[in-house]
């Protein structure tokens, strides 16, 4: 298929909520499908289209760090790789707020993926590592605050998010 073909159906947007397909598979459809989307998207031309924003400034990035779910199988973490192999070559797209005043990293600490809920050592590694990447490549982040103050120490605070987490935001 033709990369311009593919560029042209991965940015086409619906009427109601100016989303593209991406954005509606980070959001609801399953890991595998989402991976293949992004994998299909030229590299060349990835930054465009995982920053492409929706009507509320969301970024199908930013909806695959709210929705994260970090799943141990065989005692290996995984499905944390569509946020950080697939989507930190947008490095950009890290930065971007939505209309809330959130980037992804601040959504991707209310995730499931963060929260402390259970003793999974795994997952906890595996949170941290991401989170540490992401601020590895854009540490001014740290310091965002949302529309109503918070830091993003304030939000994952606020979730539950796991200890090793928060240590990594201070």
């Given amino acids: 298929v033709d990369a311009s073909v593919i560029r042209s159906e991965l940015t086409r947007v619906d009427g109601e909520r100016k989303a593209t397909p991406i954005h509606t598979a980070v959001w ?17 031309h990835r930054a465009e289209i995982l920053t492409q924003q929706d009507i509320d400034g969301t970024t199908p990035l930013h909806l695959a760090c709210a929705n994260l779910e970090l799943k141990i199988k065989d005692n290996t973490c995984f499905d944390a790789s569509v946020i950080k192999t697939r989507t930190l070559g947008a490095h950009s797209a890290h930065a971007i707020m939505n209309h809330q005043g959130e980037c992804p990293l601040a959504l991707l600490l209310t995730s499931p993926a ?6 999974r050592i795994l997952a906890e ?34 979730h539950g998010a796991h200890e090793r987490v928060l240590m990594t935001l201070l």
């Fill in 114 to 119: 963060m929260r402390a809920d259970s003793n």
């Fill in 28 to 44: 609801k459809a399953p890991l595998p499908l989402t991976k293949l989307f992004v994998s299909t998207i030229p590299f060349d």
């Fill in 125 to 158: 590694a595996a949170a941290e590592d991401l989170v540490r990447s992401i601020l590895e490549k854009k540490p001014h982040l740290v310091s965002t605050q949302n529309i109503n103050g918070k830091t993003l120490l304030h939000v994952a605070a606020g």
